[in-house]
């Protein structure tokens, strides 16, 4: 069914009525330089939310006892209808360009903006809401709106621009905003000095994987995300206070090709796309952070990086993690994160990865894999420097055959050997 601006249907009445629901967005052209969001707003009858936590974003992805979830490639919400808070009646799902205003950009420079829901179990298609998009200025659309009417779960088809951005149409929603990041000062970009070679390598301890704990979310709401842009630009996150809490490092990737699981048929292969990083500390240690054997690392102890799990079967939403003690910050030198295709055809163009870095106090950092290098199977995402106790970050986005060649080119000195996955 192809819905029409103002046009609903109804969900419960569908046969079988779907327990819960998929709502995935997609946009042409796909390849395109808009950074663009997804949000979600769980709203009373007053079409207000009651906290800040009924605001999901980048930044906050799960709705208090899990009746709305995002997806963290920003391109699907998953609602279930009965995890939802008897006084939740709608859930408006939007889109919103990262900057938009400020880089002078707009939907327009789309051509069609498309929802498809779907039963969250069967993946039947229930609905498809096509939006020609070519002649919007605004920087933000509200897509659509999730609804319950007389017990009847109904969704409805808006397509309604809204100017500003991310900041007023979430103040319009009641969500406490601390800033509008679209009228804040851009960074400056810094060049990327070169690293100093480091002595010989010594093995990294392997510790067991536990489960990523949820990322709180301050009050009020900070949307402030820095994007780097270009290859080689750079900013520095500085010590505050007592020094940094905890770094969460993700890598996501779209879903792609309609495939079951997380990574979707990225191609005609299963790929398995790993989260990876090879580090220097202080006092000389270098070594790597991978799943490959079993080096998961440890938070409490050197090197202080932790790998959380490996997840080869694609069911995972959140993508991969790997952590930091920022607590133990100064003991480290330098890390460069990678991303490697462990099994599967290289095809990093159809993955769209992003790699988002997340601090409590500091904004949130987002490097895209924007280049591409199909015959090579590593890419060096981004390194972490410690400048004077301050994390520099790089955007690297540079492809390597293997763990070797990437090693001789950032300096770490480390000897390889042919390594599996148990």
């Known amino acids: 069914m192809d819905l029409q601006p103002g046009q609903n249907f109804s969900i419960s009445k569908h046969s079988p009525a779907p327990a819960a629901v998929d709502l995935a967005l997609s ?23 009651r906290s800040d936590g009924d605001f999901i974003f980048y930044n906050q992805l799960t709705l208090a006892g899990g009746g709305l979830e995002r997806a963290s490639d920003g391109r699907r919400f998953t609602v279930h209808f009965a995890r939802l808070p008897a006084v939740i009646e709608k859930i408006a799902i939007a889109l919103t360009l990262d900057q938009g205003r400020r880089r002078g950009q707009s939907f327009g420079q789309l051509s069609q903006v ?30 659509g709106e999730l609804y319950r009417r007389n017990g009847e779960w109904k969704f409805r ?14 103040r319009q929603y009641g969500v ?41 979310s301050p009050k009020p709401i900070r949307l402030e995300k820095v994007t780097l842009d270009k290859k080689g630009s750079s900013i520095s996150l500085e010590k505050k206070g ?31 796309l790993d989260l990876g990083c090879l580090f220097k500390l202080r006092d000389g240690q270098v070594g790597a952070v991978q799943a490959l054997g ?22 995972s939403a959140a993508g991969e993690f790997m952590r930091i003690n920022g607590h133990q910050w100064d003991q480290v030198d330098r890390l460069v994160v990678f991303a490697l295709i462990y099994e599967g055809a290289p095809n990093w163009a159809e993955t769209d990865a992003v790699v988002t870095i997340q601090t409590p106090g500091q904004p949130i950092l987002e490097i895209r894999i924007d280049s591409h290098r199909n015959d090579q199977r590593m ?44």
Not at 262 to 268: C, D, E
Not at 294 to 315: C, E, H, K, T, V
């Open 157 to 170: 088809a808006l397509g309604q621009g809204f100017v500003g951005g991310l900041a007023p149409l979430a």
């Open 294 to 315: 079993n080096n998961f690392g440890s938070l409490q102890q050197p090197p202080y990086i932790q790998l959380m799990g490996d997840d080869r079967s694609g069911a």
């Open 27 to 49: 946009w042409e052209p796909a390849s395109t330089p808009l950074i663009i969001d997804a949000n979600a707003f769980a709203l009373t009858a007053e079409g207000k939310v």
């Open 114 to 143: 498309r929802a498809e829901i779907s039963d969250a179990q069967s993946k039947a298609s229930l609905a498809v809401f096509p939006l020609a998009t070519k002649m919007m200025a605004e920087t933000a659309l509200i897509v």
């Open 242 to 272: 007592q020094g940094f809490e905890e770094l969460l490092i993700n890598l996501n990737w779209n879903q792609g090709g309609g495939g079951k699981g997380f990574f979707g048929r990225l191609t005609s292969r299963k790929v398995d």
């Open 379 to 422: 890419c060096a995402l981004a390194m972490l420097e410690n400048q004077g106790g301050n994390i520099k970050v790089t955007k690297l986005v540079e492809y390597f055959l293997d763990h070797r060649f990437l090693d001789q080119a950032y300096g770490f000195g480390l000897r390889w050997v042919a390594g599996s996955k148990d």
């Open 176 to 216: 406490d905003v601390d800033e509008d990041p679209d009228a804040a000062p851009v960074a400056p970009p810094a060049s990327i000095s070169p690293p100093a070679l480091p002595r010989p390598a010594t093995p990294a301890t392997p510790a067991t994987p536990s489960a990523v704990p949820p990322f709180a």
